[in-house]
């Protein structure tokens, strides 16, 4: 009963009425602010969703690639060997469920332009 009054009430003592605005996330399929319990993120490429959106989501070959592209990038900066194969995330995220034959490849070679890109920067400083 007094549950929805209490917040009202510590921000009245703490020195005022403050406006609080409600956390709101932008679905990456319709492009809508959506409050953020209505809003799930893909586990696999990092997309936010809405639950109206959520039939029509695609995790796309494009979405996958600039993932490992950035976990290459993340492992360098962790200090790990340039081995892709080695990397959790990318086997997680991006190759496992893939059948033989079906592209594997292009993700390792992204994940090793991303570690690659982030040692050459490193390089010119």
Not at 43 to 69: I, N, P
Not at 95 to 108: D, K, Q, R, W
Request: overall charge negative; some cysteine; glycine content about 8%.
């Amino acid at each position: 009963m007094f549950g929805e009054f209490v917040p009202l009430l510590y921000l009245y003592l703490k020195g005022g009425i403050m406006k609080i605005k409600e956390n709101v996330v932008k679905c990456d399929e319709c492009r809508i602010d959506k409050p953020i319990n209505q809003v799930k993120t893909c586990l696999k490429c990092g997309d936010d969703y809405c639950f109206d959106c959520e039939s029509e989501h695609v995790c796309t070959e494009e979405k996958l690639l600039k993932l490992a592209f950035s976990y290459g990038q993340d492992a360098y900066d962790n200090g790990s060997l340039r081995l892709p194969f080695l990397d959790k995330d990318l086997i997680e995220h991006c190759i496992e469920g893939l059948a033989v034959g079906e592209g594997a490849t292009s993700y390792f070679r992204e994940w090793l332009n991303g570690w690659d890109s982030n040692n050459l920067k490193s390089a010119d400083k």
